[in-house]
């Protein structure tokens, strides 16, 4: 799985704890090798990112992403529950 950063995402990713930015990153290597992995809680959103997904870095954080073929992801946003808004 090939992944692409938005602008928005890097300046996110660069916000953060280093120790969420350490989590962001392991989680980035399971979801190449499988999006869907169980331990990741892959799933579709709804509303205004009716064509996005999302998945766990952990308790509290969310990567949200596009996939914009079939082995292409565009990773968007990355926060809390906050970046739903």
């Known amino acids: 799985m090939k992944i692409v950063y938005s602008k928005g995402f890097a300046r996110m990713f660069n916000a953060l704890p280093i120790s969420v930015q350490g989590k962001a ?3 980035k290597s399971l979801f190449k090798d499988n999006p869907f992995s169980k331990s990741l809680k892959t799933h579709k959103l709804k509303g205004k990112f009716k064509a996005c997904y ?3 870095v ?7 992403f596009k996939f914009t073929g079939k082995d292409t ?3 968007m946003l990355i926060g809390d529950h906050s970046i739903y808004q």
Do not use: G, L
């Not at 952990?58 to 949200?64: C, L, P």
């Open 73 to 75: 992801a565009v990773f």
């Open 25 to 27: 990153k392991e989680k």
């Open 54 to 56: 999302s998945f766990s």
């Open 58 to 64: 952990d308790y509290d954080y969310r990567i949200v």
